[in-house]
């Protein structure tokens, strides 16, 4: 892994053994590059159609930084 891949994973790999439950959070928040407004939206869509199909929760944190 390189450093920078390390370092984002303190942001983006939270493991918790005791929370059985699935979970999908879509985090958008400016550390990495995720292209232009209409892409976000795009795999928003996506994924919240993937969660809703598997009966899994669906959570958005999206932060515009800049």
Do not use: E, M, W
């Not at 942001?11 to 292209?35: A, E, F, M, T």
Request: proline content about 2%; some cysteine; aromatic content about 10%.
């Amino acid at each position: 892994l390189t450093y920078k891949k390390i370092q984002l994973l303190q942001y983006y790999l939270k493991i918790n053994s005791l929370d059985k439950k699935r979970n999908c959070v879509l985090k958008i928040d400016g550390r990495v590059n995720h292209g232009g407004l209409c892409d976000r939206l795009k795999s928003a869509v996506v994924i919240y159609a993937i969660c809703k199909a598997n009966k899994i929760p669906f959570k958005i944190y999206f932060i515009s930084s800049k």
